[in-house]
Nanobody
């Protein structure tokens, strides 16, 4: 069983930076890709970024392009989300997720980490 554990959230002022990490424990993750999603209060969960596990191709939501960067450490079985130039609207619970193929839903989810950006 793959278990995902996020870390790195916190409180930061607008314009600041945070780096989130998502470590895979238990069985080594060897699926198709891993992604970051976020959910703000009163809003639906939305896609933020994803990275293919083997090829390292990256994809971003328009709202974070140029500010966020997703990367992975294959040896550590960890995915990172570097968040720069943070805005108050980035405030949300951030979740990492993994899926086994490009045609499947994300079936592995972490517990989430809170990111709060003050103005």
């Amino acid at each position: 069983q793959v278990q995902l554990v996020e870390s790195g959230g916190g409180l930061v002022q607008a314009g600041g930076s945070l780096r989130l990490a998502c470590a895979s424990s238990g069985r080594t993750f060897s699926g198709y890709d891993m992604g970051w999603f976020r959910q703000a209060p009163g809003k639906e969960r939305e896609f933020v970024a994803r990275i293919t596990w083997k090829g390292g191709s990256t994809y971003y939501a328009d709202s974070v392009k140029g500010r966020f960067a997703i990367s992975r450490d294959y040896a550590k079985n960890t995915v990172y989300l570097q968040m720069n130039s943070l805005k108050p609207e980035d405030t949300a619970v951030y979740y990492c997720a993994g899926r086994v193929s490009a045609y499947s839903k994300y079936t592995y989810w972490g517990q989430g980490t809170q990111v709060t950006v003050s103005s």
